[in-house]
Each structure stands twice: as C-alpha cells, then as structure tokens.
Nanobody, 126 residues
Framework: QVHLAESGGGLVQAGDSLTLSCAAS????????MGWFRQAPGKEREFVAA????????YYQNSVKGRFTISRDNARNTVYLQMNSLKPEDTAVYYCATYPGTTGRSIQSPQGYDYWGQGTQVTVSS
C-alpha cells in the first residue's frame, strides 16, 4: 500500500511559478516510477510528467516541456513538479501517481498507474 499526498497548488497569475510536492508513505516508494497528471473540468486526465526511480530519466508532455521540471528526493519520499511560466491552460487539478510497470500500459496512460493522491488545484488567471 502506498499513500500519496499532493500539496503546493494555488491561484497564480499567468507567467508565475509554483512547485507541487507529492509526499509518499508506504512500501518501496523509491522503486516506483512516479508520474504527474492533471485534469481540467470536463476533460480527461492527462499525462504531465514522469520520473524513473533513480531520477535518471524524465518524461514530459509536449505542452509543458521547457516550463515544467519533475524531480524526486527518495530520502524524503517526495516527488516535485516545478512549474514555471504558467498559462491559463495549465489550470487543473494535479495528481501524482505510482507506476508499477506491471500493467502493460505506457507511462502516459492513467491506466498504467496504481496509487493516486487526492490532487491539488492549480488555477492560473490571465
């Protein structure tokens, strides 16, 4: 069992920055690839970024490349999402999740992840 808790969301203006955190507790956090997803009202949950257990490889959705940075601190059981140059279209609830690698789904697919946090709201005003 893994428990995930996101924090750091809020209301910001376009061009501002935010850093989201995802604190994990439970078994073998550091063995998981971790992902961030987001879901805007009326839209499907979409992949944002992912990071391997070692932090050696990262993956991003095209629309956030160059603006968002995913990182992790296994000693603190925490994954971060640094978001710069925020745009109104980044407004969504942001979720972190664990990817066990046993579902046969890609890291961009929500169905590939097993444990999810409750989400944190990010609102970017224009």
């Amino acid at each position: 069992q893994v428990h995930l808790a996101e924090s750091g969301g809020g209301l910001v203006q376009a061009g501002d920055s935010l850093t989201l955190s995802c604190a994990a507790s439970g078994r073998t956090f550091r063995s998981y690839l971790m992902g961030w997803f987001r879901q805007a009202p009326g839209k499907e949950r979409e992949f944002v970024a992912a990071i391997t257990w070692s932090g050696g490889s990262t993956y991003y959705q095209n629309s956030v490349k160059g603006r968002f940075t995913i990182s992790r601190d296994n000693a603190r059981n925490t994954v971060y999402l640094q978001m710069n140059s925020l745009k109104p279209e980044d407004t969504a609830v942001y979720y972190c999740a664990t990817y066990p690698g046993t579902t046969g789904r890609s890291i961009q697919s929500p169905q590939g992840y097993d444990y999810w946090g409750q989400g944190t709201q990010v609102t970017v005003s224009s």
